[in-house]
Every structure is written in structure tokens, then in C-alpha cells.
């Protein structure tokens, strides 16, 4: 009985093998890459919310400290978004009939709260507290960069673990004296090493042994 399939059968089916494993591995290297890319995470992307709000105007030209409107920082372990009430302290004297604030108007009178777009993300299995790093001298900045020159903020690095571990393993390269921790333009001193070894010491900071457990960031 003669050949049902050509001599070169075999040859082609192995190369189809090997052209399929090898389109499935760069699909999934792809793939991979894309999810941890920073368009997918949308890191330097300025994100639009409901009420047109400008840090740069109201932090940086304004002056208004981060604490007036982010008021559980130093004892929550998030950072909330204010209220319209907060809004309206200045707003019920100052541009009250602005159409970009009908919003804020309209939940102070309802109650209704506006909702904002989230910005900064941390995964859903990361345990964050706001409140303890503040108060152990990591400035809003570290993280959120130069949120006083945002007119529409963004997220200006993806909050990988290394991101964070980078601070964990060296905390004295990053701390920084409690009264400048909502101090945006903060230069880091020359002598940085040994102030942040002083200020490691001072506000207790664990060792980075300890820093750096699974435990601390995986609750």
C-alpha cells in the first residue's frame, strides 16, 4: 500500500509544533509584559474627574496644606477623599455660582457624595496604611510625586514590590523630618545617611529584616 502522506510530513508537523509553542510563549510574554506595562496601569496618565479639581491651583498657588482636605492621613490607613462640606468652606464664599462647581453644590445639598476616580492603586492582596508611614517620615511626595504641579493628578510610578522594598531595605535613604513630610519641593540633605539613620532611630523604625517580612505588606 502506498504512502497516504509525503515524505516531508513529519518535518512540517514538527515544525507546526514548534511554530505553535513558540506563538504561544510570545503571546504570553506579551501579554505579561502589556499588564505590567505603564499604559495598562496608566502611570503618568492625568485622570479626569467628575468636578475639574486642580492641585497645582489650589496646593501649589494656593498654598491649601494636604492635610485640610485629606484629613485621616496621619490616623487611617487611607487617604479620604474630602467631603463636599470641605469643599464648601471656601466655595460658599468664593465663585459660588461656578458651573464647574455645580457638583460640589448639588452634594452638599443632597448629600450624595461625588464620585471621584481613583487614582493611585496598590493590588488587592497589598495591605497599605497611609498613617504609619507619614508618621514614620515618608513625605506625600515620595510616592505621589509633585502633586502641587498636577492640574489633573496622576500616578507617577507603578507601586510594584521592588518600588516598595527599595524603601523597606534602606529606610534612612528616604525618611525625613516629621515637620517636612508635606513639604513637596523637599530636597533630600547631604548628609541624608546620617540624618535618616538619626530618624530611623528616633520615630522606631523596624530593622529591614523585619521590613521586608512577607507579613508586613501580605495580611
Not at 518535518?11 to 510574554?29: E, M, N, Q, V, Y
Not at 502641587?148 to 524603601?167: E, K
Request: with cysteine; proline share 6%; hydrophobic share 35%.
Amino acid at each position: 500500500m502506498g504512502q497516504i502522506f509525503p515524505r516531508n510530513a513529519n518535518l512540517l508537523a514538527r515544525l507546526s509544533i514548534f511554530a505553535g509553542l513558540l506563538l504561544a510563549t510570545t503571546l504570553l510574554l506579551v501579554t505579561g509584559v502589556f499588564f505590567r506595562s505603564n499604559a495598562y496601569r496608566q502611570i503618568n496618565v492625568a485622570i479626569e474627574q467628575p468636578v475639574p479639581f486642580s492641585h497645582q491651583l489650589h496646593a501649589g498657588t494656593l498654598g491649601v496644606h494636604c492635610n485640610y482636605c485629606h484629613v485621616s492621613v496621619e490616623q487611617s490607613y487611607f487617604a479620604n477623599i474630602p467631603a463636599a462640606e470641605t469643599c464648601m468652606t471656601c466655595h460658599s464664599q468664593i465663585k459660588t455660582n461656578s458651573p464647574k462647581l455645580a457638583l460640589v453644590r448639588e452634594s452638599y445639598t443632597s448629600g450624595e457624595p461625588i464620585l471621584w476616580q481613583k487614582v493611585n492603586r496598590v493590588p488587592d492582596f497589598v495591605y497599605f496604611n497611609h498613617s504609619i508611614h507619614v508618621n514614620k517620615g515618608v513625605g506625600c511626595s515620595e510616592c505621589h510625586g509633585r502633586v502641587d504641579q498636577m492640574p489633573v493628578v496622576w500616578q507617577p510610578q507603578a507601586f510594584f514590590m521592588g518600588y516598595c522594598l527599595n524603601c523597606h531595605r534602606n529606610p534612612e535613604n528616604y525618611v525625613r523630618p516629621r515637620d517636612q513630610i508635606y513639604q513637596m519641593d523637599y530636597v533630600r540633605p547631604a548628609n541624608q545617611q546620617e540624618l535618616g539613620a538619626q530618624l530611623v532611630a528616633q520615630y522606631g523604625i523596624m530593622p529591614p529584616e523585619q521590613l521586608t517580612n512577607c507579613w508586613v505588606c501580605h495580611r
